[in-house]
Nanobody, 128 residues
């Protein structure tokens, strides 16, 4: 069974940091583009960051550029999202997702519709 499991979320003060992890089981992430998405109450799910299967290319939403960093460790079958300088507007449920691209090693996408497998979500609260 293919599964993605997020961890590392929680409560943090504005200006603080969190590191999210997305661990895959039942499959290896080598040929998958991985994205991090978030959804705040009453809002649509939006792409935050993504990383190509090669790890050589990343893309970010303008709202998080310079503050968030996505990385992957294929040996550990895990992708990370380092979130720094967090703001109240970053509060949301964060999801990781995987999209299979067997030979497009440098492809990235922040489009929800392109992703096939989703984690259950991790709730991050940014509040003083």
């Amino acid at each position: 069974q293919l599964q993605l499991v997020e961890s590392g979320g929680g409560l943090v003060q504005p200006g603080g940091s969190l590191r999210l992890s997305c661990a895959a089981s039942g499959f290896t992430l080598d040929h998958y583009v991985i994205g991090w998405f978030r959804q705040a109450p009453g809002k649509e799910r939006e792409g935050v960051a993504c990383i190509s299967s090669s790890g050589g290319r990343t893309d970010y939403a303008d709202s998080v550029k310079g503050r968030f960093t996505i990385s992957r460790d294929n040996d550990k079958n895990t992708v990370y999202l380092q979130m720094n300088s967090l703001k109240p507007e970053d509060e949301a449920v964060y999801y990781c997702a995987a999209a299979y691209y067997s030979s497009r090693w440098h492809y990235t996408s922040l489009r929800v519709v392109e992703y096939d497998y989703w984690g259950q979500g991790s709730h991050d609260t940014v509040s003083s």
